[in-house]
């Protein structure tokens, strides 16, 4: 067992099925990877359809989206967990191309670009300026370590204590912290399309904001205030 992918997953009835089925096409073979859902009380079929395609579907008892990921990895076989989202599409080379960069026993964090999974200009040009500015910070050597497309050592992760409990930007958080463990990649080529959904409804802007506040007082260091963001229904 190489990678344990860890999918956090809320009344996602509608798209489970689609996204689970996808992995069956990835390159890496099926046996050397597993797949965690981590069901955060939905009140549809989400966990009876996850059952057929996941190896395991557990219920979220943690809080928040960290904490649901926190369970996640808790129950993960593999050294590697490499995280994603329900209503992502990952390209069918992402878990061949996270295991090759954790080949250099320096690397403890994998990340990559993500794009919107809807075709509209707006959603295109708004993710374009993110991904670049998210490029100029790994550069820097910021590194985002986005939860819809990264991968970590699962000693380095447990070492920090996991997931902090944030209402959001916890994954951004975590890349902070692990600077200090080891060598973080940010590979372009490891493109992952999301649904633009939430940002459509909620407002690209305000959303954004939201991030991007929350991002920067996890730099800092600073308080990140509670608000309902992280677990939505669709």
Partial sequence: MKVSIVVPVYQ?????????RRFDRQTLPRSEFEIIAVDGGSEDRTRDIASRYADRVIVQRAKGIGGARNDGVAEARADIIATT??????PEDWLERIVRHFEDARVVAVCGPDGPLEGSW???TIFFFVRSIIRIAALAGLYGTGGTNSAFRKEAFWALGGYRTLPHSD??????RLRGRGRIVYDPNLYVR?????????????TLLLWLRGDLKALAGLPIEAGGYARQKY
Avoid: N, P, W
């Fill in 12 to 20: 996602e009835e509608a798209g489970i099925e689609e996204f689970l």
């Fill in 85 to 90: 989202d329900a209503d992502c599409r990952v």
């Fill in 122 to 124: 707006k959603a295109r």
């Fill in 171 to 176: 994954d951004i958080d975590l890349g902070f």
């Fill in 194 to 206: 999301l649904s633009v959904r939430r940002l459509e409804r909620q407002g690209y802007m305000r």
